[in-house]
């Protein structure tokens, strides 16, 4: 499970505190920081973050007008300097209202909340993707159904898609916990891949857009019962017409 959040807040140390802290939560991945509402207008269009963290005194556009100017409206985490605007904050139903400086177990509680209620309430995307940090600024958006495998570079990976590729400063095995087990799986200690881009099992290798990819010895098991069960179960509802 992965919450997609933005930071909007024009303090630099408290949105670096903020990311602190998000590193320590796994179910967290940071979208875009911005440190003023109008800013995050033309990417919040093309873009459906799960979480906003908002400041409310800001530049030009305070945190409580730009809420009223969403249509579509995310979970909201309030990080304020200010208590007297809390019950405001409320009046707009988000989520929790965090009083700077925050402390780490005050963010946890919040953060919780925005946990059980993406259990409970889940959004569904038809072209599911996630953001990588490609440099130090920039955020990448790749679709899922673009990725053909992940290979590790020690500290790093190389994301393959269909559009190109993409080295990203993370362990293969923090970013294959990112993706759902239904789409991809590990198939060595250097290569997660995707399962629908899996042309052909032989042995202990996948063939892989014409190329051939070994099955590492302690994988070579659960990924022939998982490719296996996963065609079995397709299959199965092919030619199982009620």
């Known amino acids: 499970m992965t919450i997609k959040c933005v930071i909007i807040d024009d303090e630099p140390l408290a949105v670096k505190v903020i990311q602190n802290y998000m590193e320590q939560i796994k179910e967290l991945q940071e979208m875009a920081v911005f440190n003023n509402a109008i800013d995050s207008l033309a990417f919040l269009r093309e873009n459906k973050p799960d979480l906003l963290f908002l400041d409310v005194n800001m530049p030009i556009l305070d945190g409580f ?4 100017s969403l249509d579509e409206k995310p979970m909201v985490i309030i990080t304020s300097a200010h208590a007297e605007h809390a019950a405001k904050g409320f009046d707009q139903e988000v989520l929790d209202y965090l009083v700077k400086p925050i402390s780490l177990p005050r963010f946890i509680k919040a953060v919780n909340k925005a946990i059980a209620k993406f259990k409970d309430h889940p959004k569904l995307d038809a072209h599911e993707h996630i953001f990588v940090k490609v ?21 790093y990976i190389k994301i393959i898609t269909t559009k190109g590729n993409h080295i990203v400063h993370k362990t293969l095995s923090a970013f294959t916990e990112e993706l759902s087990s239904d789409k991809f799986i590990r198939i060595h200690r250097s290569h997660t891949v995707s399962m ?34 996963r065609s079995i179960s397709t299959t199965g509802n092919k030619n199982n017409p009620e």
């Open 65 to 68: 007008s730009f809420l009223d």
């Open 135 to 155: 440099d130090k600024k920039k955020m990448k958006k790749i679709y899922l159904d673009e990725i053909i495998l992940v290979e590790s570079l020690k500290d």
């Open 196 to 229: 629908d881009k899996i042309d052909a099992l032989e042995g202990n290798s996948v063939e892989i857009a014409g190329k051939r990819y070994v099955i590492g010895r302690s994988y070579l098991e659960a990924v022939k019962s998982h490719i296996l069960e």
